[in-house]
């Protein structure tokens, strides 16, 4: 990873089944750091230490 692809980064289903959208991520050179949790009711279903990954079925990765 270069220092340009570092940064704040999002999934997005594109389904219409599942429209959430994942917990925000920072990457950087030394691996993804992961905000604090929050008390939104969809962080509870979010595991920080699973990264969104294009293995996902119909997810888009952007900036």
């Known amino acids: 990873m270069s220092e340009q ?3 704040n980064h999002t999934c997005e289903a594109e389904s219409r089944v599942s ?3 994942s917990q925000p ?3 950087s050179l030394d691996g993804p750091s992961y ?3 929050s008390s ?3 962080a509870a279903r979010t595991d920080p230490t699973t990264p969104c990954t294009s293995h996902q079925v119909g997810t888009v990765l952007s900036p």
């Open 5 to 7: 692809d570092a940064g």
């Open 40 to 42: 939104e009711p969809h």
């Open 19 to 21: 429209m959430e959208t």
């Open 35 to 37: 905000p604090s949790p």
């Open 25 to 27: 991520e920072t990457f």
